[in-house]
């Protein structure tokens, strides 16, 4: 009988608890909304850009141990280069934060 | 008290359905105000499980016999230390503490995606309450920790093995381990079914699956050395299925965090780490599962626990569910670049996730033989040591020489004059050790002189890599040595993290291969007086001593040890007997030398005219197992480490413009 | 996400062939390393019960479960210990020769685990590989091992 009245007490409370927010009015504070086509896209482009940019950090110190040689330095820092650039360039280009 | 304990598990349970039902809500978009309630569901089971473990341990500590789960594992002359340890003795408790962990995990995992992540909640509270319904469903219907009975005056007792200090803190490591994995698990499926295929969730995940690895890894040493100290018949891992099955997973999450950065990098291998993620969190389960069901023994035994087909929904849930999203999503998951040369950085990642998960893939033939064989055939088959070591060798050695050569080895592509240049060192460096090997007479075992090569190489290689980095930035930065190294570190904790685990998997394969490649064994009858030598250590046997404890008797052998006619004390292998439990166990001596080597004594047996049946080894450098441990614990703790230049780079990444919610 | 390319497209480079070559040996390799070593090297044997270990398996290396039913000799012995198995529908026995270790656990009535040959009525067990089965009275082995005597 105790056992009983303690355990609908809990499941009271618990009850209670979880059906509060269903209840009470809507707030903004949990992000929902699903991104956006362009932001999914600038999202990706800002990703591209800063891998390049880590990987280009990486190739110096690799470059620094003497993990490369100068030649393959060169060519892979540039091509890093142009693709951090491109990425740079691509975003510019969006106009955030417009809709996609 | 039973009832009311099953009561919140039972209200835990429909919590979690409807948690999961609210997550599915919320990721549909049709309220998020289900978002909220979904959450504090999640906070609700938490706290029904937590009254529920209270009830479990106040039965166990107040000898409440009624409780069926209580009276098999405990008894009144247990003592109270291990009163915790029977806690996760018995196969409901066990699930108990899983479900436990499981709870304070998920919310854990919500808080710390909150942000980033948000768009993920709902689908992260759907996955993590699915799982959280499956062990509580296991709670509530076939494996209740709340059965009752008529009160016997006494329990059976705790098996004695597990009484022991060892036992109070391996078996929670493990299953820290084996939770900690769902929570990569349920991010890379939320991130499926949100379609959000960038790699945020996969730097969440990485963390995460570091973490349990690092757990499972703990655990696995301390169940080794407990094996080694309490056990007691000489070796520490004995490539049982209950061992196996958390050597399986961890291997797998060890593939993973290493391709993980590839993927990081360069944006390959994504389906591959889904499945690596997905095999782990599969893998745990089984772990879970083979522990607590008896399904080895035989096909029928697995029949007749009406436990194991839950299991078998849950795996083929898990690889199913998985299998079907990465399809879904296909898509999304198209590598941006490729591997450009076999001989760069990404592809030794690539060959170090084959031979980890062929070797996992071994070792789950191993476990799951007599199964298959006995389903096939009409005779089980079993396979043993032998095989499982065949494998360890075959694709353990290749995976120690790619340890080596991976930091020597540039991203995308390296030159052959680098490559030279790099190898000089450390190549000569481990011709030198097996030379040397030789030399002083330890040509007697070639895997031993291979590990021992190959380890050098290895050493020299990641030492090579500190020296150089610090070098670098002496000569960039204009620091001293000492600010260099500690910068350098501290900059690229992952990097050097990862460099020290590697050492101390170096250490692991020299204490393993040196204690069982060149061990000394010894054993004979003897009476009192008389001696018994093993390498340089003389053992006289003097007398049996007798005591008691608080459960159990002991009779041990006092020997006293000498070597080159010096006096190193006195050794007392035993034999205790359990009262309650009925049953006797061996406790081994052990005497650790300066060089980290063990004399390591069994007593086997004794006669009834007090003769004594000896066994006594002499391991050599067995002790760097345990100092690998401690490298182990270092190395992860600096990789798991909050970076906060990382992480504030990735937040600006996803706030330079407002995300929904936001905007 | 996939309609972000790589800032440069790239035409798959001659190396990349030898990357998925190299790939595919060397899952090959595996693979047959794997096919060969369990179709040739002997690496399992059956687990029998005592009834069908009398029966067709003479001279060959076989895993043994039963209960034991007597046991004399000791383990302290140098000439080992002897004990009977017996199965666990009580029809067959067999008895065993033994030497080594014996696992805390052990003792008549125990359902263990044995490797050996059975030859002329004998099993001749393999030294140290006595292993007892987890007792009823308590639960599942708990989360290790509690094996002892193998390996």
Known sequence: MVAALVLGLIALIVVVGVAWPLVRPASAADQLDPLTDGQRRRLALREERDLALAALKELEVDHATHHIGDEDYAELVADYRARAAEAMRQLDAELPPSAG | ????????????????????????FAGLGLDRRFLASARNALWGILALVVIADAIFLYAIFTHDFSFTVVADTTSRSLPVGYMFTAWWGSQAGSLLLW?????????????????????????????????????????????????TQLAPTDGVGLNPSLQNPYMAIHPPALYLGYVGLAIPF????????????????????????????GFLGIGMLLGSHWAYTEVGWGGFWAWDPVENAALMPWLVATAFLHSVMVQERKGMLKVWNLCLIAGAFALSIFGTFLTRSGILSSIHAFVS????????????????????????????????????????REATFLFNNLLLVGLAFAVLWGVIFPLLTEAVGSVRETVSTPFYEFFVVTFGLPLLL????????????????QLRRSFLWPLTAGLVAGAVMIAFGLGSSWPGVAAGSVCAFVTVTILSEFVRGAAARRSI??????????????????????????????????????????????????????????????LTFQAIEKTRGANFTERAAVLAVTSDGKSLGTLRPAKRSYIREQTTSNEVAIRTTLTGGDLFIILDGIRGDGAVQIKAF??????LLWLAGFFFVGGVLLCVWPDEREARRILQRYTEEPLPGES | MSDVAPATPEPPKPGFRHVRLAIALVVASLLGTFAVYTAFADSSMPVLSVAQASTGYDGQ?????????????????PNGMRFILQDNEQTATMPVEYRGAVPDAYRVGRAIVIDGTYENGVFTAVPDTLVTKCPSKYQDKATTSTSSGSS
Not at chain 2, 6 to 12: K, P, S
Not at chain 2, 325 to 344: G, H, T, Y
Not at chain 2, 618 to 623: Q, T
């Open chain 2, 618 to 623: 002499y391991k050599p450098v067995v002790g």
């Open chain 2, 305 to 344: 626990t009406n436990i194991g087909w839950y299991f078998v929904f849950a795996l083929a849930a898990v690889l199913g569910g998985a299998f079907g999203l990465s399809l879904w999503r296909l898509p999304l998951l198209k590598a941006d670049q490729r591997i450009e040369s076999l001989v760069s």
């Open chain 2, 1 to 24: 008290m039973a009832l009311i304990g099953q009561g919140a598990l039972i209200l835990a349970l429909l919590l979690a359905i409807y948690a999961a039902a609210g997550g599915l």
């Open chain 2, 186 to 213: 349920a991010l890379a499926m939320a991130a499926l079914l949100a379609g959000r295929t960038d790699s945020r969730w996969l730097v969440a995940s990485r963390r995460w699956t570091l973490a349990a690895w």
């Open chain 2, 477 to 538: 930065h204009g620091e001293n040595w000492l600010v260099a190294l500690l910068r350098l570190i501290g900059r690229n904790r992952r990097r050097y993290g990862g460099y020290i685990v590697h050492l101390g998997v170096i250490l692991f394969v020299i204490g393993a291969v040196g204690s069982s490649a060149y061990e000394t064994q010894a054993e004979g009858l003897l009476e009192p007086g008389q001696s018994l030598q093993v390498g340089s250590n003389v």
């Open chain 2, 402 to 417: 790619l340890m080596g050569v991976g930091p020597l080895i540039a991203w995308r592509r390296a030159s052959l004059t």
């Open chain 3, 61 to 77: 290396k076989i895993r043994l479960e039963g209960k034991v039913t007597k046991t004399t000799g000791d383990a302290a012995d």
């Open chain 2, 99 to 147: 479900v436990t962990i499981l709870a304070a995990f998920s919310l854990l995992a919500l808080r710390a995606t909150r942000r980033a992540l948000g768009e993920l909640q709902p689908w992260l509270i759907m996955i993590l309450a699915l799982i959280g319904a499956f062990f509580l469903l296991l709670l509530v219907v076939p494996a209740s920790p709340f059965v």
